[in-house]
Nanobody
Framework: VQLQASGGGLVQPGGSLRLSCAASGSILSINTMGWYRQDPGDQRELVAVISSGGSILYADSVKGRFTISRDNAAKNTVYLQMNSLKPEDTAVYYC?????????WGKGTQVTVSS
């Protein structure tokens, strides 16, 4: 499974960004997709994940501001709509997929929230 993320960038506090992640390879074997993020010097942390059945888990820090969705037709694309962004959301965001007991990661896309 290969993951290609896009959509990061620089945004002012209160603004919005949408991240996309497209999976290729053995996409029919993927059960969970989602997003993690990491600041330099910190551990990678969960942002949001969605299962193939539609179950969703959000980090408490993003509930009510971020929305994860998945392309059910294609089964290979996951989106993260990020609204009301805060400076503390600044991080490298990594696309994630779980398949046959293995974790896969995309390269990461930088999100910077700053005035």
């Amino acid at each position: 499974v290969q993951l290609q993320a896009s959509g990061g960038g620089l945004v002012q506090p209160g603004g919005s960004l949408r991240l996309s992640c497209a999976a290729s390879g053995s996409i029919l074997s993927i059960n969970t997709m989602g997003w993690y993020r990491q600041d330099p010097g910190d551990q990678r942390e969960l942002v949001a994940v969605i299962s193939s059945g539609g179950s969703i888990l959000y980090a408490d820090s993003v509930k009510g501001r971020f929305t994860i969705s998945r392309d059910n037709a294609a089964k290979n694309t996951v989106y993260l709509q990020m609204n009301s962004l805060k400076p503390e959301d600044t991080a490298v965001y990594y696309c994630y997929a779980h398949s046959y007991g293995l974790n896969y990661w995309g390269k990461g896309t930088q999100v910077t929230v700053s005035s």
